[in-house]
């Protein structure tokens, strides 16, 4: 039971409602002490004057009527008045500390040895404020007319009960005012708090759905302040997730289509093969000369396949050397030739020096061949095939330039999506996969570089490709930024 009540209590609701109160009450408490120091002091400072003034002209009126040495009761009738407006007693004493006049009638004839008359004897008038008594002393030197010498001492006791009633109403307001004070702290600071909580709690409820993999969960962005950031940062990630989420689910899907198709145009070949009997053995032969290039596309599209899973993977990182870029684009045109003579297309590579670069030559010599190759495939016949290279201080530019049909504007934005194709038809007639531009892309975003596209429909098509010239800690950086 008792635990349940700890448990209960210790909660950050209640932790946070008691340190505010504890806070604001020390806080009000040192403000009351310092006011009624400023109020005492004005106070004293006050009655100082008052006194003080009041003294030093019944001194003088003491010495010019010589009343040290004759009584004189007009001035006794004045002493009275002003003790009774003091709510006080004033005393005269001689410089011998014998009493000669007590507005209380008490001491009079008796010796006085209070220590503050004996030190205003000595020069020292002194003035002393008893706030438990409610009660002010002042003694006062009496001074000749010629002489510095004391002749007696003035002694007025007044009352300090009316300062003290006012200190005292300012610490009452004052705790009234800490009352109030904390009273609507916790009013505030419930409700901020409640609403953090309950801020908190939906959050917390989302989150919970997030992790068991619902991800149209989202966090509360109009919550606390605080909390609005981590919600909107939050809620991005999740979009970013839905968006891989989704291009995945597209590509299995297109993966299976892509696989299914030429499957599909298999298996009617083989069919009509085995429902007729055909006496032309040509007949046979075609049919099989389709099968097999069927064959050969399904094994094009899981090879592409492969590869791109492959780049996919984090693990998957480049071998790299210093290569001479040259070497591998004679490779890539020597790749080409062949079907670009079918076309009666003439390459031109254009190159001044000899450029080297940190790459993986063996994923590049693949990633340009794809391009290349297209330049080619989408070229018109004894149309052009122009490739440069050229660098800078750090970078490596490649340009690949054909005179081909071109690319819309709007399929530029697709094409290096993977099994894009502007013109499905015509792709299988090339035996595209529709992967070639995507793999390509990979490779040179992992080597740190991009590839840009240029092209109009009917003139032609131009790709360009930077990379780094060496796989600086900058470059690997970014390689393991794209592999994320
Ligand atoms: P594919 O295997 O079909 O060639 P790619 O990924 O290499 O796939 O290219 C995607 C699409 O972009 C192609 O199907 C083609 O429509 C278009 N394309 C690529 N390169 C060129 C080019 N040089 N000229 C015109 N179209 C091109």
Sequence with gaps: MIKNFLKRIYNLHVIISLAMLILVYFACKMT??????????????????????????MSNQLT?????????????????IVAEIYHGRIIVISSSLNVLYDTYSRAEGKTAINPAMIKAMQGENNIDFDWKTEYGS???????????SRLGVIYIVFSIEDEANTLRRIARNSNIFTLLIMIIVILISNILLSMLIRSSRKNKKNLEKISSGNYDAKLDENGIWEFRSTAYAVNEMLEKVKATEESQREFVSDVSHELKTPMASMKVLAESLLSQEYDDPAIYREFLSDINETIDRENRIIQDLLLLVKMDKKADTLNTSLCSMNEILEVVIKRVKPLAEEKKITVIFESYREIKAEVDDSKLIMALTNIVENG??????????RIGLNSDSGYVYITIEDSGIGISDEAQKHIFDRFYRVDKARARQTGGTGLGLAIANDVVKLHGGEIKVFSREGMGTSFTIRLPISSSTESVKIIEEVVK
Excluded: H, P
Aim: negative net charge.
């Design 138 to 148: 002042y003694a006062y030197g009496i001074t000749g007319a010629s002489s510095n």
């Design 32 to 57: 009351t002490t310092g006011l009624t120091n400023v109020y005492r002091k004005g106070f004293e400072e006050k009655r100082q004057l008052q006194v003080s003034g009041y003294a030093s002209r």
């Design 64 to 80: 010019v009527t010589d009343y040290l040495n004759s009584a004189n009761r007009t001035i006794e009738n004045e002493f009275d």
């Design 376 to 385: 080619v495939k989408y070229n018109v016949d004894n149309g052009e095939l």
